[in-house]
């Protein structure tokens, strides 16, 4: 059994993940946990769940998440009550911040006592521990209670780490992490302080000291103060030329150095260690990563992908191409209607071929809260962050960011992930050049397949079958086992879109006095099924709504008249009689919102031409009276 915090919060047996009911759930596994071996009162445990009012249910609720999980996690984790709380005891299942904590405790003493290469090779494991920000995917309630104590642990130990890396004369390979790092927490004056050590043991002063400046005008501006006594000491030792070398440098005897500490993304704190990357024969290395402030020998491994769902159900077919894509001589493109799951699959396969790209995998939802395109300049900075450029390296200009980019992939195998692309001329800036990284990309639009050289995966619905795993691993089997016809009736009114069958899903385990049929029930009212597909951040209008958004005016009103007809079936001439234009104009129209996504086409025997037919969510969101209520 492994039991992870670090990340998001899991549970694996035997190798298998073990499904858990969303945040909820999560929560309640996570502060068991964290509880230690103690008794967690059903206090505590309440205001973890539900905040300071919780539903009149609570107590029926939280008795129902306690037991799903002793069902769940099986016999070898002993779950109990204890008088007016729960305790849990893991016996010797491996869990991951007991793990972490053990590591940087034995790392931090040996630190201490000068075992320097036992430090930097214990708080090295614990640092490859963390896979993501602790306590993802619980309450906002356990994660502000715990996750600043996780995090600060983590920065503490990632210090002791190069503390121990310093002292064992690998500065230049520290350079690149420390710099993101002090980016990313330009507060801590020890980080800053390290940083600078690096960057004068390297032959760069001038550098060491812009940093220190740097960080004296952020003190100032922030907080009102001036740094402390130490760096202030750091600072003169580096003028005067005085600081001391590495206290016990290395001697090496080997050509590949051993790995630099845990490299750590903007988006993802804490993901896997740095692995040296060997440029082919013959190619040289390019004069522009020396003055990005990189290491050639010794570059960062970015990992900034968000974890696959747990719960993934279906896509064997398309997984299989898209893994043979991947692991050849082409990326791939993954298109489909909103709501089909093309990130989830997209993010699944990218953890399968991990061991594929050994040098990183860059992430960018190219898509910005509001449903506009995010600008590639902004990507390409996020890019050649993780990729270890040094922030005020990073060139200005749109031009410059993408031949630094393509030239920093040109040697190196990564797989770069572009979620919600727009159309191609939007990703066409950010594929990778030459070389052996590979690109996987997600959008609406079909014509993403005019990007040349990438596969194209089409999704569409959920096999019947498939559709009900996933309503089962989200909601739990039991729930539905009960009522099958009633699990029929929610996936065909979710059009058995994964989206849509995760929403109701997760209704369904947010509302255990419901059973399926009662939902079943709910959905089948037209009025209030987009209403019913809404929970917290999952909301299926809110992504048909981006699709939409992108239509031209004209195209949504008359998307609107066509689809208030109610009509299954739909051919130019129909539309042209509807929306009084010619024939020719009517299927260009029709033609358009295949290209979106919101309409299906096919041809029909005896058919004059094709034949059209909106999906039922697409129908009912684009007529004219939709007005969702609110949750």
């Given amino acids: 059994m492994d039991l992870r915090i670090l990340g998001a919060v899991a549970a694996e047996l035997d190798g298998r993940p073990v499904p858990l009911d969303g945040s909820k759930q999560r929560t309640a596994l996570a502060a068991l946990l964290l509880a230690e071996g103690t008794v967690l009162s059903d206090e505590r445990l309440t205001v973890l769940l539900w905040g300071c009012r919780p539903p009149a249910t609570s107590t029926r609720q939280l008795y129902t998440y306690v037991s799903r999980l002793r069902t769940r996690l099986g016999p070898r984790l002993c779950l109990e009550r204890h008088g007016t709380g729960y305790r849990m005891d893991i016996g010797d299942a491996a869990f991951d911040g007991a793990a972490f904590r053990g590591l940087a405790a034995a790392g931090r003493a040996d630190l201490l006592a000068r075992r320097y290469q036992d430090a930097e090779r ?174 050639d020998r010794h570059p960062p491994v970015p990992a900034t992908l968000p974890a696959a769902p747990a719960d993934f159900v279906g896509r064997t077919t398309e997984n299989r191409e898209l893994l043979a894509a991947l692991r050849g001589q082409r990326g791939a493109v993954i298109t489909g209607p909103a709501g089909t799951g093309k990130s989830a699959l997209a993010l699944r396969t990218a953890e399968q071929c991990r061991e594929d790209f050994p040098q990183g995998r860059l992430y960018a939802d190219l898509r910005t809260a509001d449903g506009g395109p995010r600008a590639p300049r902004e990507v390409l900075g996020w890019f050649l962050s993780a990729l270890g450029v040094a922030p005020e390296r990073i060139p200005a200009t749109l031009d410059e960011r993408i031949q630094l980019y393509r030239t920093l992939l040109s040697t190196r195998r990564l797989l770069v992930v572009l979620d919600n692309a727009l159309d191609d001329a939007h990703v066409r800036l950010l594929l990778p050049g030459e070389g052996p990284s590979r690109t996987l990309i997600t959008g609406v639009r079909s014509h993403l397949a005019s990007l040349e050289g990438l596969r194209m995966v089409r999704l569409g619905p959920l096999e019947p079958a498939e559709a009900g795993q996933l309503l089962a691993a989200v909601a739990g089997a039991e729930r539905l086992a009960a009522s099958p016809e009633a699990a029929a009736r929610i996936a065909e009114s979710c059009d058995r879109l994964p989206l849509a069958l995760r929403i109701a899903a997760a209704r369904l385990a947010a509302h255990p006095h419901w059973t399926a049929g009662m939902l079943a029930d709910r959905l089948a009212r037209p009025g209030r099924r987009l209403a019913e597909l809404r ?53 260009e129209l029709l033609e358009r919102l295949v290209d979106a996504q919101l309409l299906d086409a096919w041809s029909a025997e005896g058919a004059n031409g094709l034949c059209y037919r909106f999906p039922p969510l697409v129908q009912l969101f684009l007529q004219p009276r939709h007005a969702p209520a609110p949750c």
């Avoid at 024969?281 to 990005?292: K, L, N, Q, S």
């Avoid at 709504?545 to 109610?566: E, I, K, W, Y």
């Avoid at 079936?569 to 129909?574: M, Q, S, V």
């Fill in 122 to 295: 214990r708080l090295h494991q614990a640092l490859g521990l963390w896979h993501g920000p602790a306590l993802t995917g619980v309450t906002d309630q356990l994660r502000e209670s715990e996750g600043p104590q996780l995090e600060e642990a983590r920065l503490a130990a990632l210090e002791d780490h190069a503390e121990a890396a310093l002292a064992l004369g690998r500065h230049t390979e520290l350079i690149p992490e420390l710099t993101r790092q002090v980016a990313l927490q330009p507060i801590r004056e020890r980080l800053r302080g390290q940083l600078m050590t690096a960057l004068f043991r390297s032959g760069r002063q001038a550098d060491a000291l812009a940093v220190h400046d740097r960080g004296s005008e952020i003190l100032a501006g922030e907080l009102g103060i001036d740094p402390g006594s130490a760096l202030r000491a750091l600072r003169q030792e580096i003028l005067t030329g005085t600081l001391a070398p590495p206290e016990a440098p290395e001697r090496r005897t080997a050509t590949v150095s051993p790995p630099a500490p845990a490299a750590t993304s903007p988006a993802e704190p804490g993901t896997s260690p740095v692995s040296p990357a060997i440029s082919p024969p013959g190619r040289p290395a390019f004069p522009a990563t020396e003055a990005a402030g990189l290491s």
């Fill in 535 to 587: 929970l917290g951040s999952l909301d299926l209008t809110s992504g048909l709504r981006n699709v939409a958004d992108q239509l031209h005016p004209a195209d949504r009103t008359a998307a609107g008249t066509l689809a208030a007809t109610g009509l299954t079936r739909l051919t130019a001439g129909d539309a042209a009689a509807l929306l009084g234009t010619a024939a020719d104009e009517a299927e």
